[in-house]
């Protein structure tokens, strides 16, 4: 028996995937723009290095920056963003965040 379109829709079923991973990506990218504008609007203005550490990446972070990643429910490659603070020319962001015996938190 011949199935009419059988091969069509073989095709589109096997495009379904990437497709998919597309637009999780393109959410993630979304969340993640919103998140670190919203977290740069709120930070701490003194020299201005902690705001300009904030980012996202769909890599790592910068070595010594806090960090908080979001993947998708696989955790699939390609579909994790990473937000991350600090770093090199804001070592101190974990200060901020968390506070010392000195300072009190200012997250």
Do not use: C, N
Request: hydrophobic letters at 40%; proline letters at 5%; zero cysteines.
């Amino acid at each position: 028996m011949k199935i009419a379109g059988k091969d069509k829709f073989l095709k589109q079923i096997g495009a379904l995937p990437a497709a998919l991973r597309a637009e999780v990506r393109k959410a993630l990218e979304a969340s993640a723009a919103e998140t670190t504008d919203l977290m740069k609007r709120f930070a701490p203005v003194e020299s201005g290095r902690l705001r300009s550490s904030i980012g996202y990446s769909f890599d790592s972070a910068p070595a010594g920056a806090m960090k908080s990643v979001a993947r998708s429910a696989k955790a699939e490659s390609g579909l994790a963003v990473t937000m991350y603070a600090g770093g090199s020319d804001a070592y101190y962001a974990r200060f901020q965040e968390f506070g010392t015996q000195d300072m009190p938190a200012q997250p």
